[in-house]
């Protein structure tokens, strides 16, 4: 399952047995590349923007995904509240060691049961660029800017 999938999918509190929101974006720990929360905008036009802790959602469903408590605005987790969500990711450079331009981060696939980042959609070129899947690694480096890939691993970069 891509995150382009995932966001816009409807979260439901089970508890209240409602809707409280649309996903719009996971939170991720850098370090270990795991999803810890969920960013979720409340329906309308002034609608504020939850997080909620990863350990909350019941299911991830076709239509919607599933959590377990009401979405709580948890200010007292930096990490949830300002911590980079999957979307700070997309259109991030892709660049070698060597200093080969592989191309851009395009979307990123989840494992849609644990939502494990397994792998990342390369996008090389413009509009009509060749498309490519990168495994996830320990050996990549994220920066602010751009995305570092081990020379070694360009050869595991096959075309989707």
Do not use: C
């Amino acid at each position: 399952m891509n995150f382009s999938e995932l966001k816009g999918r409807a979260v439901v509190e089970l508890n209240g047995a409602k809707t409280i929101g649309h996903l719009d974006d996971l939170v991720l720990d850098l370090q270990t590349r795991q999803v810890i929360g969920l960013r979720v905008k409340e329906s309308g036009l002034f609608g504020k923007t939850n997080s909620i802790a990863k350990a909350a959602v019941q299911s991830i469903g076709k239509d919607a995904l599933t959590v377990s408590t009401a979405a709580e605005p948890t200010s007292n987790d930096t990490a949830l509240e300002k911590g980079p969500g999957f979307s700070d990711l997309i259109g991030k450079q892709v660049v070698s060691q060597g200093g080969k331009l592989v191309g851009e981060i395009n979307d990123i696939d989840l494992n849609p049961e644990s939502l494990a980042v397994t792998g990342y959609e390369i996008k090389e070129g413009g509009l009509l660029g060749k498309t490519h899947h990168l495994a996830e690694s320990p050996d990549l480096t994220f920066g602010p800017q751009m995305v570092v890939v081990p020379d070694a691993l360009l050869d595991h970069i096959r075309e989707k």
